[in-house]
């Protein structure tokens, strides 16, 4: 069997990051996949019994590997974030779990190929529909140029887009 390994755990960068007791910035971390037991244990939790909206929390505690210098990423760190970045771990949870790679699907605005953008790069990964399609190249303002331009990239590439 060939193939590329399973990715188990993806890094992250959340948008504003966590502030310890001691006011250090935490943004940098990784998450792994979750098991069937990350999803099913939760539910023995009291909290998360008298409130469901606390499963997000134990579930997040469970599955982030790393966050910046902490020695553990708990219940508490994870009920601390700000709503942010909880929403982004949410969102990436589902990614990952669910499309198995921290991905979203977008389409050139202009010639309507879809393809994969890694969410934490912005780097085109493949089209949506497994076809190699249209090479992209991004400039620094997220217009796109396709390869059948003659010579437009090497002038985006250096700054001067053309019409």
């Known amino acids: 069997m060939t193939g590329q390994p399973l990715q188990t755990e993806f890094e992250f960068t959340l948008p504003r ?3 310890d007791e001691d006011g250090t910035l ?5 998450m792994r996949l979750a098991t069937a037991a990350d999803e099913i244990q939760p539910l023995k939790n009291q909290r ?3 409130n469901s909206s606390y499963l997000t929390i134990v579930l997040l505690s469970r599955v982030v590997t790393e966050l910046g210098s902490l020695e553990t990423i708990d219940e508490q760190v994870v009920q601390n974030l700000f709503v942010t970045d909880l929403e982004y771990l949410q969102s990436m949870y589902e990614r990952i779990n669910n499309r198995g790679r921290n991905a ?3 389409a050139c605005p202009d010639c309507g190929t879809v393809f ?3 969410a934490e790069t912005g780097t085109q990964l493949r089209p949506a529909d497994g076809d190699d399609g249209v090479e992209m190249t991004f400039d620094t303002i997220g217009s796109t140029t396709d390869d059948s331009t003659d010579g437009d990239i090497e002038e985006v590439e250096a700054g001067n887009p053309t019409e």
């Open 17 to 19: 990051g966590y502030v």
């Open 48 to 50: 998360v019994q008298s």
């Open 26 to 30: 935490h943004k940098e971390g990784r």
């Open 116 to 118: 994969d953008v890694d």
């Open 104 to 106: 979203v699907e977008t």
